[in-house]
T-cell receptor, first 118, second 112 residues
Framework: GAGVSQSPRYKVAKRGQDVALRCDPISGHVSLFWYQQALGQGPEFLTYFQNEAQLDKSGLPSDRFFAERPEGSVSTLKIQRTQQEDSAVYLC????????????????FGDGTRLSIL | SQQGEEDPQALSIQEGENATMNCSYKTSINNLQWYRQNSGRGLVHLILIRSNEREKHSGRLRVTLDTSKKSSSLLITASRAADTASYFCATDGGTSYGKLTFGQGTILTVHP
């Protein structure tokens, strides 16, 4: 597609439920990032994929958070046993190449999924 | 946790005026980027400045970088109502794959 697509745009869940958030990056983009943005704050890094390999998951808040990109394109961020502090906007971004191949390239962001935990 | 700080947190100006936003960061970088975010939308890349550059222009945007002070500024000239948005600086922290660390952002309001 023309840009990064995220679905759903809005998700409301009850505390304790599991949720799955989807990201369709720009076709052919090697790098894929997930960020979490709390209200009034800048995005914070969650995890990074290079093709299907998850190379950095240092930003995931707890073991309730799990991300995958099995075929190196679409990615899913799953949150198990959701809690109220998980309420945030979850942003996905992609870039064409790895930084090692081409430094100084921008990331292309989707519009995010706004997650509300009741 | 947020690594950068942006100043001011909010800026309100009239159309036609210039807007200046500042950003400070803590770690070494490969590059520094500025992004814009309209309400309820994702981030849009505006401009990237490399660590060995001091100034860069793109249309009505001018970015400066002072690596000795670990700071950057974004100047938007002749602002328009459509420039109303949140602006974030982001650094890559010198990582090999471009993981970004964002500031808290500046909310810019341009009154017509």
């Amino acid at each position: 597609g023309a840009g990064v697509s995220q679905s759903p745009r809005y998700k409301v869940a009850k505390r304790g439920q599991d949720v799955a958030l989807r990201c369709d990056p720009i076709s052919g983009h090697v790098s894929l990032f997930w960020y979490q943005q709390a209200l009034g704050q800048g995005p914070e890094f969650l995890t990074y994929f290079q093709n299907e390999a998850q190379l950095d998951k240092s930003g995931l808040p707890s073991d309730r958070f799990f991300a995958e990109r099995p075929e190196g394109s679409v990615s899913t961020l799953k949150i198990q046993r959701t809690q109220q502090e998980d309420s945030a906007v979850y942003l996905c971004a992609s870039s064409l190449l790895t930084l090692a191949e081409y430094s100084n390239q921008p990331q292309h962001f989707g519009d995010g999924t706004r997650l509300s935990i009741l | 946790s947020q690594q950068g700080e942006e100043d001011p947190q909010a800026l309100s100006i009239q159309e036609g005026e210039n807007a200046t936003m500042n950003c400070s960061y803590k770690t070494s970088i490969n590059n520094l980027q500025w992004y814009r975010q309209n309400s309820g939308r994702g981030l849009v890349h505006l401009i990237l400045i490399r660590s060995n550059e001091r100034e860069k222009h793109s249309g009505r945007l001018r970015v400066t970088l002072d690596t000795s002070k670990k700071s950057s500024s974004l100047l938007i000239t002749a602002s328009r109502a459509a420039d109303t948005a949140s602006y974030f600086c982001a650094t890559d922290g010198g990582t090999s794959y471009g993981k970004l660390t964002f500031g808290q952002g500046t909310i810019l309001t341009v009154h017509p």
